[in-house]
């Protein structure tokens, strides 16, 4: 009831005739939908809701607006279907209006103002309005808006907006089933913002000196230089997604100079490395491994060709003097060429003499593959040797199976403990959802008092007042999560385990037999029993992930 008070406290305040008092009540209508009893009292009117929203922002550029027509969206992804063409047109009209109005040259006031804040909200919005659970068939009104937006924010002039603009792709990218042809445009846009612009032809002028002036060297090596290096952490999950969504076209297309686009995201990684090598961070250094980790897990069995090119540059990588962590993605890395082809990987480090080094590497690197993705990664690359008869590995892996099953049986409890953590969190975060807040609700319905006492438009401050929580701004700016699939999602890499035993087991004999010897009788039982939980898991997994895709239709 108090939550109900609230929200028609704050609706009335959305039709007053004080602008002030309009804009803070709209702020505080999105935090407030956040208790599931205003946000249900709220659903049939959510047309009318969007509107304010919409004639507010024609009003003025306010944060607090398009923050809270951001969170509005979010409470209702479910409804947001029939006004999602409408309100995304309508969005990016208001969007491209702002950057067309923007100085052309730099204005410290300008930057980082009330304008440019309320604009990132509106891309946010739009992101928001993409991510809800839309039929295909609206993304051919859907792109082409978006498509305005991101010929500006990917571009020099818009650098300001990279950031929401890369959003912007890869959730388009993702829900849609193929990448259309005005997406891959900006492809070789993104490469030119890592690594300028068709760097091969560049560099191959740059080698005849005697032909060019100082001025046309000087230019061409600005171009050889990307505008935007230091946004690569926004740009990789967009080639994560061109790799994953554009198969198998990425191996044969090719930018205007005749490159290859898979020999660009390459010269990509190269390049992040080379210009971060001796610096003090290293997470530029692993975001640009996705790169290789989505080429590996996406073109199973056609990239044969370019195993042992990866092979050596990720040998190269764990050479360098860096922190555990870069080390332990290349060790990853490695892992999942052994799932991808475990003959051609084991037979690559052989030739390289570095069967021992990789294997000493992971063990001694154990504790620092932290999350489940990364155990995950571990668990299949190592499983992939117990699938070749032991007649066929090297001597040095025969001699390290004992060791290797014994890890990675610890493997499959630390993942499951792992998974009964994700679904704690998920049962505490539904139930801190649902728990009315009654102090804060009682703070708004005062503040409404307040408001409707007389405040006028001269009194207007734009602060964070109304339910304006800084830490939920900016749990909403970390949240903006890169949407990628992983193929080997729908796979259970504790079951894929349990078959490379089976497999190991039925090729190998005597051998095969004694593969789990090495574990004592309680772990043996705790191994079978992460087996059946995980074939629980794992049907529960495959239902769901049915119940999803039959939405989307």
């Known amino acids: 009831a108090t939550a109900i008070a609230a929200l028609e406290g704050l609706c009335a305040c959305l039709e007053d005739k004080e602008l002030p008092v309009r804009v803070k009540a709209a702020a505080g209508l999105a935090s407030l939908l956040r208790q599931s009893e205003a946000a249900a009292a709220m659903r049939p009117n959510l047309e009318s809701a969007i509107k304010v929203y919409l004639d507010l922002m024609a009003e003025l550029d306010h944060d607090k607006v398009t923050l809270g027509l951001e969170r509005l969206i979010g409470s209702f992804t479910e409804e947001i279907q029939p006004f999602a063409v409408q309100l995304v047109a309508h969005l990016a009209s208001k969007f491209l209006s702002f950057a067309r109005s923007r100085p052309d040259v730099e204005d410290d006031e300008y930057e980082g103002g009330e304008g ?98 100082a001025d046309e060297r000087a230019t061409l090596e600005s171009e050889l230089e990307g505008w935007s290096q230091e946004n690569i952490g926004h740009i990789v999950p967009c080639f994560a997604l061109y790799l994953a969504k554009g198969k198998p076209a990425l191996l044969t297309a090719t930018d205007e100079s005749g490159t290859l686009y898979i020999d660009l995201l390459l010269r990509v990684v190269d390049r992040t490395i080379e210009v971060n090598v001796n610096g003090a961070d290293d997470a530029d250094l692993i975001t640009v491994l996705r790169i290789y980790i989505a080429l590996i897990e996406n073109y199973a069995g056609l990239i044969d060709d370019r195993i042992p090119f990866l092979i050596d540059r990720l040998l190269e990588f764990l050479n360098l003097k860096r922190r555990p962590g870069f080390r332990a993605t290349c060790v990853e890395t490695i892992c999942l060429a052994l799932w991808y082809n475990p003959v051609l990987t084991l037979r690559l480090l052989s030739e390289r003499n570095a069967l021992v080094p990789f294997f000493d590497t992971w063990y001694s690197l154990r504790s620092h593959f932290k999350r489940d993705f990364e155990k995950a990664r571990v668990l299949f690359g190592l499983s992939s040797v117990l699938r070749i008869p032991i007649n066929q590995l090297p001597e040095v892996v025969v001699g390290v199976l004992d060791k290797v099953v014994k890890e990675l049986c610890a493997l499959t409890n630390e993942l499951l403990e792992m998974r009964e953590e994700d679904v704690d969190e998920d049962a505490n975060s539904e139930e801190e959802e649902e728990a009315p807040d009654e102090e804060e609700i009682e703070d708004v319905k005062q503040k409404i008092k307040a408001f409707n006492k007389g405040m006028k438009k001269d009194d207007f401050v734009p602060d964070d007042d109304l339910l304006g929580d800084d830490d939920e701004e900016a749990d909403l700016v970390k949240n903006r999560l890169s949407l990628y699939d992983s193929p080997l999602e729908l796979i259970d890499e504790i079951l894929f385990l349990k078959e490379s035993l089976e497999i190991f087991a039925t090729t190998n004999s005597d051998a095969g037999t004694k593969i789990l010897g090495v574990l004592t009788p309680e772990e043996q039982e705790r191994l079978r029993q992460n087996f059946a939980t995980a074939e629980t898991q794992h049907a529960e997994f495959l239902a769901r992930k049915h119940e999803e895709e039959a939405r989307k239709k």
């Open 116 to 213: 440019e804040i309320a604009a990132a909200g509106i891309l946010g919005a739009i992101r928001r309005v993409l991510l809800a659970e839309l039929p295909q068939s609206l993304f051919t009104e859907l792109v082409p808006p978006v498509v305005e937006i991101l010929n500006y924010t990917l571009s020099e002039e818009g650098a300001d907006f990279l950031e929401e603009g890369t959003e912007l792709l890869n959730v388009l990218m993702y829900s849609m089933e193929t990448v259309p042809p005005s997406l891959w445009a900006f492809f070789p846009v993104l490469i030119s913002a890592l690594i300028g612009k068709n760097p091969q032809h560049l560099a191959e002028r740059l080698a005849r000196k005697d032909e060019l002036t």
